[in-house]
């Protein structure tokens, strides 16, 4: 069983940044794929970014590439989001989330744990 907490949403102006942290329980999380999802308010939850257990292996939506990194600290049991030039259309609740398989992919429904999400809010 692993748990996962975000943590670093908050209120940001267009064009600012925000860190995002998912702090992970368990001593296997470094065998464990990560990703981070969002969801907007009477949106679907859309896939963001996903770094393999190693970390050589990163995928980002289109929508935030260039702008967003995601990347991981396995002695901290950590994965992070940052997200530089946030636009009003980045606002959602985030969500991290953990898949055993270990290799990084954009499938939701495939990964195995989630945290309960951080708020992202950016104004225009």
């Known amino acids: 069983q692993v748990q996962l907490v975000e943590s670093g949403g908050g209120l940001v102006q267009a064009g600012g940044s925000l860190r995002l942290s998912c702090a992970a329980s368990g001593s296997t999380f470094s065998s464990y794929a990560m990703g981070w999802f969002r969801q907007a308010p009477g949106k679907e939850r859309e896939f963001v970014a996903a770094?393999?257990?190693?970390?050589?292996?990163?995928y980002s939506a289109d929508s935030v590439k260039g702008r967003f990194t995601i990347s991981r600290d396995n002695a901290k049991n950590t994965v992070y989001l940052q997200m530089n030039s946030l636009k009003p259309e980045d606002t959602a609740v985030y969500y991290c989330?953990?898949?055993?398989?270990?290799?990084?992919?954009?499938?939701?429904?495939?990964?195995?744990?989630w945290g309960q999400g951080t708020q992202v809010t950016v104004s225009s």
């Open positions: 989330a953990a898949d055993q398989g270990g290799w990084a992919h954009s499938s939701g429904g495939q990964y195995d744990y």
């Open positions: 770094i393999s257990w190693s970390g050589r292996t990163l």
